[in-house]
């Protein structure tokens, strides 16, 4: 099967420094790249997504960078708030119809 | 809030047993995808529907199966349910297959004992 995962489980930082949480996926193949929050006792919610033809694309307060050479793709969130803390997941698909999805990194906002 | 709904919240059902979980899609999606999350686990792909189709499928033995249906709304169905089959189960509808923007429902919490 695929394996995308996450370099790191947990991650805390303080209520307005900058996040970033990375994530590693195997499918070379893969074109389409979506990041998630998942907060307790919700479905995962989209954040932002990009594809394969781009390296960097910029949302509100996100921003999230794919390096296809080495497989690798990071979330930047930007003065992290205490409503940020949440699971953030890298999904990746290389068919459309099937997505793969990371282990989560646990996000805590310390105030 | 997405516009997409999942019924039953919670479920708990006996090793053996069959179980039938809905999944109502956001208006104007005609697909569906379904996962399966264990605890402390990413969401896993079980299978996806387009206009009533099957349009994917994951690595899930065939007593998961579904159904989509003209209102686009979504069943998955498992039958002989194993201790294993214990996880969140999530839908998630999309405006068209592809690489679209998928909106995730609250999940149904299923226990099998």
């Known amino acids: 099967g695929e394996s995308v995962g996450l370099h790191l489980p947990t991650l805390s930082v303080q209520e307005g420094d900058n996040s970033i949480i990375n994530c590693a996926y195997s499918?070379?193949?893969?074109?389409?790249f979506i990041w998630y929050k998942q907060e307790s006792g919700k479905g995962p919610q989209f954040i932002i997504d990009?594809?394969?033809?781009?390296d960097k694309r910029q949302g509100q307060r996100v921003t999230v960078l794919l390096n296809k050479t080495v497989k690798h793709l990071s979330l930047q969130i930007a003065a992290t708030q205490p409503g940020d803390s949440a699971v953030y997941f890298c999904?990746?698909?290389?068919?459309?119809?099937?997505?793969?999805f990371g282990t989560g990194t646990s996000l805590t906002v310390i105030p | 809030e997405t516009g997409v709904t999942q019924s039953p919240t919670h479920l708990i059902k006996t090793r053996g047993q069959q179980v039938t979980l809905r999944c109502s899609s956001q208006?104007?999606?005609?697909?569906v995808s379904w996962y399966q999350q264990a605890l402390g686990q990413g969401p896993q792909f079980i299978f996806q529907?387009?206009?009533?189709?099957?349009?994917g499928r994951g690595n899930f033995p065939p007593r998961f199966s579904g159904l989509q249906f003209p209102n686009y709304s979504s069943e998955l169905n498992v039958n002989a349910l194993e201790l294993d089959d214990s996880a969140l189960y999530l839908c998630?509808?999309?405006?068209?297959?592809?690489?679209?923007?998928?909106?995730f429902g609250p999940g149904t919490r299923l226990t099998v004992t």
């Open positions: 499918n070379s193949a893969s074109d389409y």
């Open positions: 990009i594809r394969s033809n781009m």
């Open positions: 529907y387009y206009r009533e189709e099957e349009n």
């Open positions: 999904a990746e698909t290389p068919t459309g119809n099937q997505f793969y």
């Open positions: 998630a509808s999309s405006l068209d297959r592809g690489r679209d923007e998928q909106y």
């Open positions: 208006s104007g999606h005609n697909t």
